[in-house]
């Protein structure tokens, strides 16, 4: 059974700092991109960033390049996200998933096959 855990939500003040991590079990990832997404209330889940579990390829969203960095550590199964410099339009649930969406669709909520329960991240101004 596959699972993601994501944990290191919390609250912060604008201009603070949080690693989210997520825990991968139930089955090999590689060949697999992690991808971060976040949903705030009343919105869409928008992809956040995402890496790809062998190459260790980034992507981003335009609003969080330079602010955020997606890591991952094979040998512990666990991607994280490190955020920096927050800001409170940053507050929302955090999700990690895991597919293969291919290049074209990496920004793609639907292809992604698993998805964590999430984590709350709030910045507070």
């Known amino acids: 059974q596959v699972q993601l855990v994501e944990s290191g939500g919390g609250l912060v003040q604008a201009g603070g700092s949080l690693r989210l991590s997520c825990a991968a079990s139930g089955r090999a990832f590689s060949g697999y991109t992690m991808g971060w997404f976040r949903q705030a209330p009343g919105k869409e889940r928008e992809f956040v960033a995402a890496?790809?579990?062998?190459?260790?390829?980034?992507y981003y969203l335009d609003s969080v390049k330079g602010r955020f960095t997606s890591t991952r550590d094979n040998a512990k199964n666990t991607v994280y996200l490190q955020m920096n410099s927050l800001l409170p339009e940053d507050t929302a649930v955090y999700f990690c998933?895991?597919?293969?969406?291919?290049?074209?669709?990496?920004?793609?909520?639907?292809?992604?096959?698993?998805w964590g329960q999430g984590t709350q991240v709030t910045v507070s101004s």
């Open positions: 890496i790809g579990w062998i190459s260790g390829t980034t």
């Open positions: 998933a895991a597919g293969r969406p291919g290049g074209s669709r990496l920004r793609v909520r639907g292809a992604y096959d698993y």
